[in-house]
């Protein structure tokens, strides 16, 4: 099962990702998480590139195709593998990223956002996309309350992010049989509930599928 976290920086989406994790290994459901850009030594290089390199004038195509190599390596080294071997993939953020941050945020035009992308990952969907949805002001505060130093897309203005949150709603309105959208605003033990609880019954009915007549 191919599952992806998605939402803003700050929205929780990474803390439910782990959370999710957790359970699922006590549960005894063989997981992963892995995180984009990054994930493999490739992607780990390549994130350092586009977030932390304040020197590099990067354009927005040139971000974009950068976002698309680090992917295209995670799933071809690591996703791939792991899904053929049995185990469940927790996407912390995948392509729907590129559509909310380059597409809808630096204006790429969708359409090739989404070819570029689906000939980055073969094609791969995940089964099931959380979309942590958390306002702006909201997430800022909790980015300034943990202390972190913005990256280089987080500092970003205002305008961008609001376009990012309206990239997301527009990805999750498109592909509502695989969207499931989070409240970020609740508690974290209810958010995490929710999402294991859905989790739980997706891989009830597969196994339920499989052993159909
Ligand atoms: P993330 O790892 O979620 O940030 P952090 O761990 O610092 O909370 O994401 C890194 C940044 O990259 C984030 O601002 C979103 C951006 N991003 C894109 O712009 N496009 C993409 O395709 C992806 C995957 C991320």
Redesign the pocket.
């Known amino acids: 099962m191919l599952i992806a976290f998605e939402g803003i920086?700050g929205s929780g989406k990474?803390t439910q990702a782990i959370e999710l994790s957790r359970r699922l290994e006590e549960e005894g459901v063989p997981n992963e998480v892995v995180?984009?850009?990054g994930g493999t030594r490739l992607g780990e290089g390549v994130r350092e590139l586009?977030?932390h390199r304040s020197d590099l004038k990067i354009s927005p195509l040139a971000e974009f195709l950068l976002?698309s190599a680090s992917r295209a390596q995670l799933i071809e080294e690591k996703v791939t593998p792991m899904l053929r071997a049995g185990k469940t993939v927790i996407l912390?953020?995948y392509?729907y990223?590129?559509v909310a941050?380059?597409g809808f945020g630096r204006r790429i035009p969708i359409d090739d956002i989404e070819s570029v992308s689906r000939f980055a990952t073969g094609g791969l969907l995940p089964d099931v996309v959380f979309l942590v949805e958390l306002d702006l002001d909201t997430a800022m505060k909790r980015r300034e309350d943990a202390g972190r130093r913005a990256?280089r897309?987080?500092e970003s203005e205002v305008r961008f992010f609001e376009d990012v949150i309206s990239g997301f709603k527009e990805c999750a309105r498109r592909d509502p049989g695989r969207f499931v959208i989070i409240d970020g605003s609740a508690p974290v033990v209810k958010i995490s509930e929710r999402i294991y609880n859905h989790v739980a019954s997706r891989i009830k009915n597969l196994a339920e599928e499989r052993n159909a007549p």
């Open positions: 920086d990474t995180r984009e850009p586009l977030l976002f912390d953020r392509f990223s590129s941050y380059q990256d897309m987080e």
